[in-house]
Nanobody, 118 residues
Framework: QVQLVESGGGLVQPGGSLRLSCAAS????????MSWYRQAPGKERELIAG????????NYADSVKGRFTISRDNARNTVYLQMNSLNPEDTAVYFC???????????WGQGTQVTVSS
């Protein structure tokens, strides 16, 4: 059974930082490209960061570029999202996604809430 479990969310003041983690189990982690999405209230889920299976290439949405960093540790089956210079517009539920590099297999975590407020 595949599981993706996000952690690290919470309440942070504007300008602060958080590090999200997504621990995967039940799959061969190194075969999956990993991504972080977020969904704010009343808005569609949006892709904000992605990383290749080996971690050698990343991409970011313009809204987070230069502030967020995605990384992965294939030995620990975990993907991370370092979020710096947070602002209230970053408030959302953050989800990780695993997409198989060849097959049409995709899995989602349950999400973790990030709230940026003073």
């Amino acid at each position: 059974q595949v599981q993706l479990v996000e952690s690290g969310g919470g309440l942070v003041q504007p300008g602060g930082s958080l590090r999200l983690s997504c621990a995967a189990s039940g799959l061969t982690f190194s075969n999956y490209a990993m991504s972080w999405y977020r969904q704010a209230p009343g808005k569609e889920r949006e892709l904000i960061a992605g990383i290749t299976t080996a971690g050698d290439s990343t991409n970011y949405a313009d809204s987070v570029k230069g502030r967020f960093t995605i990384s992965r540790d294939n030995a620990r089956n975990t993907v991370y999202l370092q979020m710096n210079s947070l602002n209230p517009e970053d408030t959302a539920v953050y989800f990780c996604n695993a997409q198989h590099r060849l097959l049409s297999e995709s899995y989602w975590g349950q999400g973790t809430q990030v709230t940026v407020s003073s």
